[in-house]
């Protein structure tokens, strides 16, 4: 039967950073924390977007000669809707 019992060295400066540091990088919460940092970036960047101005874009053609309308019909509005 050992009758000595080993007390364990204390860890070093260096190693107690290290641990203290992996501890932090595994807790859930730190990890929620980094991802609400990443949305509230997406959201600035999206947000700043919204603010600039706007460009639309419409187009239309017509074909009248001597005899009046070609067709009846416009061709776009039947691929893009009324």
């Known amino acids: 039967m ?3 019992i080993e007390t364990p060295e ?3 400066a260096g190693d107690l950073r290290e641990a203290v540091g992996a501890a932090l990088k ?3 919460e730190m990890r ?3 991802t609400q940092r990443d949305v ?3 959201q600035t960047k999206l947000s700043a977007d919204q603010v600039k101005p706007q460009l ?3 187009a239309g053609y017509a074909n009248t000669g001597l005899a009046g309308a070609v067709a ?3 061709p776009l509005s039947e691929l893009f809707g009324p």
Request: no cysteine; proline share 19%; charged share 20%.
């Open 72 to 74: 009846a019909t416009d």
């Open 32 to 34: 929620m924390i980094g």
């Open 2 to 4: 050992p009758v000595d």
């Open 40 to 42: 509230a970036a997406v």
């Open 26 to 28: 595994q807790r859930p």
């Open 56 to 58: 639309n874009l419409v």
């Open 10 to 12: 204390p860890p070093e």
